[in-house]
C-alpha cells in the first residue's frame, strides 16, 4: 500500500512535511499556526486565571481551575509541534491547504493511525493541565 492511497484528494509526497502521513502529520503551515497560537492563548489565560485566584486570595484548591486553560495550552502547542490536528484525526480528514479546508482519510488503517494520535495528543494535554493545576495548588503564596 503506498501513501496515496490513504488520502482522497491529495497526492502523497514522502519525506516532504506538506502531505498528509497517517498518526504523523495531518496539518500544514496554516494549521500549524493556528494551533500556536491557540497554545499561546491558552497560556496567557492559564497565567492570567492564577493571577486573578491569587489576587483574590481563592483557596487553594480552587487553583485547580488552571488545569483547563493549561490543557488548552498543552493542546495547541502538541498539535504545532507535531503537525497533527487532534480533532481532524479523531474525525478523519487533513488539510495542508487554506484554512477551513479538509480532505477526507479514505483508509481505514490511516484513520486508525489518526484516531491513535489523537488520544495520546489529548491524553497529554491533559495530563499537562492537571500537573499544572497541582502544581498552582501547592503553590506558596
Known amino acids: ?6 488520502a482522497a484528494g491529495q497526492p502523497a509526497m514522502p519525506g516532504v512535511d506538506t502531505a498528509y502521513r497517517p498518526g504523523i502529520c495531518n496539518i500544514g503551515p496554516e494549521e500549524i499556526r493556528r494551533r500556536r497560537r491557540a497554545g499561546h492563548i491558552g497560556l496567557v489565560a492559564t497565567f492570567v486565571v492564577l493571577a486573578v485566584l491569587i489576587a483574590v486570595g481563592a483557596p487553594p484548591l480552587t487553583r485547580l481551575l ?10 495547541g502547542y502538541l498539535q504545532a509541534w507535531f503537525k497533527f ?3 481532524f484525526g479523531s474525525m478523519g480528514v487533513f488539510n495542508f491547504g487554506p484554512l477551513g479546508e479538509t480532505h477526507q482519510v479514505v483508509d481505514d488503517e490511516a484513520r486508525a493511525l489518526d484516531r491513535s494520535k489523537a488520544r495520546r495528543i489529548g491524553l497529554a494535554s491533559f495530563g499537562i493541565g492537571v500537573t499544572v493545576g497541582l502544581l498552582a495548588v501547592l503553590l506558596p503564596v
Request: glycine content about 6%; some cysteine.
Open 1 to 6: 500500500m503506498t501513501l496515496s492511497t490513504f
Open 66 to 75: 488552571v488545569a483547563l486553560p493549561a490543557a488548552a495550552a498543552a493542546s
Open 85 to 87: 490536528c487532534a480533532g
